[in-house]
Structures are given as structure tokens and as C-alpha cells.
């Protein structure tokens, strides 16, 4: 079993790949939900709907979000009808939304809704949200305090940051499974999602964190900066905002209680070096996901470093593990067509 | 001021007549709820949909209720989840669903909710729910009791039907306006709509019979039957499971108590002769409405017998209602361009 804590699209580019060389039986996917949201009265839960979007195969690849072909003929009525329309829901997409508002008004939880869209959808992987409790990512910018789709996608992320939090994070309970799928997992993946908006709800929720440091199996985060700028988003800001440098090390330090390996790019590799003390292995490799097999080929890499073991003392290792032969002892590790 | 009982496609088309002839600001709706459901987890209200779509230009005269040029992607996405498909709710037509659904949510009445969705779409007549109460129409079948969506739209009205019963309309109270309009109108119009399930739900509200008694205007009913057949839908049914005749005098005996003219078809005006006793009033006109000038021509009649009390001795009184020259008393009648 592999365990996947993600959120946002670079969470979803990832999943894209590891669902191309792993069973999805085999997959266990911890999702962020601070960016969730009421948007025109339903529960919208932008990370769950990527994730099983992407599972589905129905994610709009292009977009990086949403339902490939979508129309959006809802939204511009919404528009004329005075409502605001910044969050881009098109008609297929609001299905989702629509049958899991629906289960959650009927005294579901987020998890039974989860589960119910994803056997309707033929997903087979178990897509778990971080919690049933409502844990909200706020921003706080010199405009005010902004949820986190207020700040992403309405504003652009063009506020200064000063700060964020997780409100409700403290009472909040890890869904059901989360905790087991951490602890019994034979690797969890932190996905190169944004260090503080995308995994950080995830390990604010209590629990989370104590587990990944008791986890079986090793734990190896893909790093979403190269060099000193995150791959996209507003991740450097929020990075610094909270203290941290927009960098692998800065990834590093942001994961630094329970982090066993950090996958980081080839183009880091002089930093890479300077990060392998103590018990952290640094494994770098191409982390640019621009293709499906640029997909494929960085979750076959992480599956061989984190799962058989495969020796990241040298930058140069990744290159058996892309080179085409499959790294024998790594079972899980499927290609499929 | 005009009042208008209205519900369903007869009612819609009929008031998108009268809104050719008489300025909005003029024209009070009283709309059935009888209809109204839960779908997909929204509040749905079809006929005060219709008529707000018909005021507001936007209804499919095409199919006679949602929204013109409307697709259907949602529709077809929840299908894929399983969910139910049979009411035909459009991409465009869920705006005012949600619209709708959130406002109720909030804690608003249907008469606000109303309101604010008629604001926002350039309806100036005024549109009032016959109730902010629950009102449901059940239509008692061998197979069981079904709401009216149930047996109208899900069945095609193939069942054969015991009763009808409108649950919940004994502890319901008129909507804030309701009476007021009923009493104060120049006139009340009974769309020709279906007695039983459209304007009868209206009449199971405690106090609306009494009020169009009392009302100071004529009160005016067009027949939706002809000869011995609806002219659309399931009318001759559900009025003989309720113990009245398809015909005008079936027409006449729903509404015995307030009703102070029949606006029936000049087919019938040999039975209109024998309904021509004690205070009714019979008038003899063409009712069927194809055309955006039928419309017009029908309102235009019904108007110059209702308010300028144009003589309805005589079934021949209709042609100089029709005839072009504008009844010089009738200061509500207008001519739109």
C-alpha cells in the first residue's frame, strides 16, 4: 500500500503519474480540505474533486482543474443573476458538487460522501479527506483575513501575506483510515504540493503528524520548489510568510520531524548536497511533470527510492530508476499502458 | 391592478398574453407551490419558474417550461452518478435553483426569495408564492401515492387516479400579499390551468376561497377544458377522480362559490347557453393560444369582459373584444409593440 497526503494541482500532476504505475487498490490518498468552501450554497472541495477528477480520468488536464470538454453555461446565468462567479464551476462539475451537498445535508460525512462519488465514478484508489471536521486555511493579508480560494483564485494570490492559519485545525479529528493508512503504509508520499496550503491543513490536523513520525514504511516528500521558486503558485510567499525559505531546504525544514527522504530536482543537486546529514535522504531526479510519462517516470522514481530502497547517497541513482528497467523489488510498481 | 391564479403551462402561456396587454406593474401572480420538490437537493418551485421565465423573456415557448436555448450537462453528469434524471432541469435553469435553494437556506420565505430572483431578472409584475408554507399535491394511485412531479413528469400521467389531497394546506397561511391582491384587483383571473393541481392547491390555502368572495373585482375563470377534453395535460382526469365532469360545467362547479364569469371556447357555446343562469356570467371566446397574437387576443378579451364588464349575454360579444378597437374603458389595457 502506498499513502499520498495531497492537495492542489501539482498534488494532482503527481497522482496523474502514480496512477499510471500503481494498482489504484494500492493507493490511499489523504487530501487536503482547508480550501474547501460553500460556493452559491454547496460544498465544494476543490483538492477532493482534482483527485478524483484525476482518478476518474476526467480531469481537464489542460486547465488543471475541473471537467475536461466543461461547459460553463451555469455560471454565466449565476452571473446574471448577480451572483459572483470567480470560482469557475462548469455544468458537469457541478454534478459533483451537487450529490455530495446533497449526502452532506442528508448527515453524511465528507468521508461517506467521498467514497459514495468515487464508487459512482468507478475510482477505485480510496480517496480520503485529512478530516470530517471543518478546518478552514485563512490568509491573512494587510486587506484582511481571506479564505483560501478568496486569496488564490479570486485575488490572483497578488496580496502580501503575513500570515496563515488553520482555523478549527485544533478540535478537528483525522477522518476515519487516515491514521491507519499513515502508520501501515509501505510508503507515504508527501506530493509536490505547496508545504503550507496544500499539506499543511493536513498536518495541522492533530494526529497527523505524530503518525507519519511512527509510519512503517518510509516517508519521502517531492519537492515542489527548484532553486529558489516553487513550480507554480504562490508557494514561496507563504513559505516565507511563515518562516521559512522558498527552497529545498525550506521544504526540508517544513517536514523536518518526520521526513525520511526529500525528492528533489536534478537542478538543486548542489543543495541537495549540502541537505544529506542526519538520517534525511535527498534523491534528486527530473521533477518537472510536463508529459504523462514525465508523470510516470518521477512516481516510478519516488516508488523505487521510497518503497525498494534504491540508494539516493548519489544524484546520479534516479537514472536506474527512469532508464526503463524496472527496479525488480519494488512490486507494487506497475506500468500501465 | 390585476390579480392572476395561475399554474402550469396554461397558466404560463396565458400570462405570457396578458403581459402583451397590460403593463407588469399592474399584474399581481398568485402561483401554485403544489408542484414544488426537492431535486438534486435544491428547492424547485416549476411554476413559479415558468411564469418568472415568461415575464422575464427567457422561457423555451418551445417546450413551455425552463429556460430557452438551455442545455443539459449537469443533467447528464448526475445521470452518471447515479442520480435521478427524469425532471429535465437545464443548465441555466439551476441558476435560479441555487439561487433559490440558498436564499431558503438562509433563512429567507419563497416570497423573498421570490422577490429577490425577480429583482435580479427584470420581472416587474409581481409574483407571489400562494403560500410560504408547505403545501404538497398527492396524487393517490393503485401504485401508491405520488407527488404531482412524480405523476406528471416521471409516469406521463399513466396512472389512473383515486384523489387528490393537498398535504399540509390546512395549517398553511396565505403568502404576505395574498389576500390584499385578491380582494383589491380590478379584476381576478383563473388562468386556464388546470383546476385540480394548479389552481386547486391555491384554493386549499385557509382563507383564499373566502378572500375571492369577497373580492371587490370580477372574478374570472378561463376554462382549460374544451367540449369534453383538456387542452393539454392530465385536467379531465384528476377532475373526474375528484367528482367533477370534464367540461365547463365541471369548470364552473370547481369554482361555484366565488366565480363571477367563465371565459370558455366558442365550441362550447351551446353548453355556455346552459350555464348562463342565476349571477354567472358565460363568455364565448377562441381560447386556444399557438401563436404570440392568440395570447394577446385571449388576455385582451378577457380583460375588456373582466374589468370593463363588456357584455357576455351574447356569445358574439367576444368579436368586438377582438376586433382591433380597444375597449375605451379598459384603462389596464395596453398593446405592447
Known amino acids: 500500500m502506498i499513502c499520498v497526503l495531497t492537495g492542489g494541482t501539482g498534488g494532482a500532476k503527481f497522482v496523474d503519474g502514480l496512477r499510471q504505475v500503481t494498482p489504484p487498490e494500492e493507493i490511499t ?8 468552501l460553500l460556493w452559491w450554497g454547496l460544498y465544494v472541495s476543490p483538492d477532493i474533486d482534482s483527485i478524483t477528477y484525476v482518478l476518474s480520468g476526467m480531469l481537464s488536464r489542460e486547465r488543471g482543474w475541473g471537467v475536461k470538454g466543461d461547459t460553463f453555461l451555469c455560471l454565466q446565468a449565476m452571473g446574471q443573476l448577480g451572483e459572483p462567479t470567480w470560482f469557475h464551476t462548469g455544468d458537469r462539475d457541478l454534478a459533483v458538487h451537487l450529490l ?8 453524511k460525512t465528507l468521508s461517506e460522501a467521498t467514497s459514495t462519488i468515487c464508487d459512482k465514478l468507478g475510482v477505485k484508489a480510496r480517496i ?22 478568496e486569496y488564490f483564485v479570486q485575488r490572483w494570490y497578488q496580496d502580501p501575506v503575513n ?22 503504509a509501505d510508503a507515504v508520499l508527501l506530493a509536490p504540493s505547496n508545504p503550507i496550503t496544500s499539506i499543511g491543513p493536513i498536518l495541522a490536523v492533530p494526529g497527523i503528524r505524530e503518525a507519519l513520525t511512527g509510519a512503517r514504511g518510509k516517508v519521502a516528500a517531492i519537492s515542489p520548489i527548484i532553486g529558489s521558486a ?15 525559505p522558498c527552497s529545498i531546504s525550506g521544504v526540508a525544514k517544513a517536514y523536518e520531524d518526520f521526513l525520511d527522504i526529500l525528492i528533489c530536482d536534478t537542478r538543486d543537486a548542489v543543495t541537495a548536497e549540502s541537505l544529506r546529514r542526519g538520517s534525511l535522504q535527498v534523491h534528486c531526479t527530473q521533477t518537472i511533470m510536463r508529459t504523462a510519462d514525465d508523470k510516470a517516470a518521477l512516481a516510478r522514481t519516488v516508488l523505487a527510492v521510497a518503497i525498494s530502497g534504491l540508494s539516493s547517497d548519489n544524484t546520479n541513482a534516479d537514472e536506474s530508476a527512469q532508464g526503463g528497467s524496472r527496479p525488480s523489488a519494488a512490486s507494487a510498481i506497475i506500468e500501465r499502458p
Do not use: K
Open 29 to 36: 490518498l489523504i487530501v487536503n480540505t482547508g480550501d474547501d
Open 100 to 107: 455530495r451537498s446533497r449526502l452532506l445535508a442528508e448527515g
Open 128 to 149: 480520503l479527506p485529512m478530516s470530517n471536521s471543518r478546518v478552514e486555511t485563512r490568509v491573512d493579508t494587510p486587506s484582511g483575513e481571506l479564505s483560501f480560494e
Open 163 to 184: 500570515s496563515v492559519r488553520f482555523a478549527g485545525a485544533s478540535d478537528a479529528e483525522p477522518a476515519p483510515g487516515v491514521i491507519e493508512a499513515i502508520l501501515t
Open 230 to 244: 516553487p513550480v507554480a503558485g504562490p508557494a514561496g510567499i507563504l513559505m516565507n510568510a511563515q518562516g521559512l
